[in-house]
């Protein structure tokens, strides 16, 4: 498995310097990635928020709660988090 990990990195241009490492990517179902720019056009929409299994809150409260916070960043993902929840800040203030 590692061979073939190593020969798909390398197609693919990338740098990989323990096996370890292509053997962690072989199993993940997901990935975040935050560089603005580089990989990215700088336009960010929010898609879709998940709670983690067994949480404690409803995907409305999370998603409230997360748009409420980053409300005064600048940053394109804090941006798009608040404006794909448009009045959060207004109802998490008055709850």
Request: hydrophobic fraction near 45%; charged fraction near 20%; proline fraction near 3%.
């Amino acid at each position: 498995q590692g061979a073939t990990l190593t020969l798909l990195a390398g197609r693919h241009r990338l740098l990989v310097k323990h096996a370890r490492t292509l053997e962690a990517l072989a199993v993940m179902q997901a990935i975040g990635l935050d560089k603005t720019g580089t990989l990215t056009t700088g336009h960010f929409e929010l898609l879709r928020l998940e709670p983690l299994p067994g949480a404690a809150h409803t995907r409305q409260v999370l998603h409230r709660w997360v748009a409420a916070v980053e409300d005064q960043d600048n940053h394109p993902l804090a941006r798009s988090l608040v404006a794909s929840y448009k009045g959060c800040v207004a109802d998490f203030v008055a709850s």
